[in-house]
């Protein structure tokens, strides 16, 4: 019998909590709209470069991993199961690329546009590894996260690896990867995403 809310330890909670509210689906939704409201000088490009970001980034790879776990395709939103992953990963990706071809069609700031291709490389990058081994992609996508927002808003978004290392955590805690998968993704994660932005910003 599952336990409930009541029953489970209070770490074990806390783990639940950060694995949700750090989840690459959030970050993905998050750091687009930041880099469109750094590079904005008006609503309506906020909205333009913003939309087109979030809709491509977020909305239609979020929409795909829903539609899975409605249709039983999938375990769960997170895709704990590595063989499931190959599919909703492919059609995030591809998703992505069109917004990339958008992007360039309405001459988005290089900023914006740099934060897009990290999305598309990272995700890239995690889809390949993921094909052989269960690397962590809410450690990845979070190690690339803060090395994208230390160029992009000041060194004060350095505080942010102490998020990465409590997300790495949460994720041992559920059982859900290892330490070796954890670490990998953030040695994936966090140096390509630092150094693709920084030769396409």
Not at 48 to 57: E, N, Q, S, V
Not at 156 to 176: M, Q
């Amino acid at each position: 019998m599952r336990a409930s809310r009541e029953d489970r330890p209070a770490g074990t909670r806390l783990a639940r909590l950060l694995t949700e509210a750090l989840a690459p689906t959030v970050l993905v939704t998050a750091l687009p709209l930041i880099a469109a409201a750094r590079v904005s000088r008006s609503a309506g490009q906020f909205l333009l470069w913003g939309g087109i970001a979030l809709t491509f980034c977020a909305v239609i790879p979020i929409g795909v991993l829903v539609h899975g776990v409605r249709r039983g395709r999938l375990t769960d939103r997170h895709v704990g199961d590595r063989t499931q992953r190959a599919r909703p990963l492919s059609i995030g990706l591809a998703s992505v690329a069109a917004g990339l071809l958008l992007l360039a069609a309405v001459r988005a700031p290089a900023e914006l546009f740099a934060v897009i291709v990290v999305v598309f490389v990272v995700g890239a990058a995690c889809a390949l590894v993921n094909h052989w081994w269960k690397l962590s992609i809410h450690a990845a996508v979070a190690a690339a996260t803060v090395a994208v927002l230390v160029p992009l808003a000041g060194p004060a978004a350095n505080l942010g690896w102490a998020l990465v290392a409590a997300v790495g955590w949460s994720r041992v805690r559920l059982v859900d990867h290892t330490w070796p998968q954890v670490l990998a993704g953030v040695a994936l994660g966090g140096p390509l995403a630092a150094g693709t932005f920084l030769a396409l910003a």
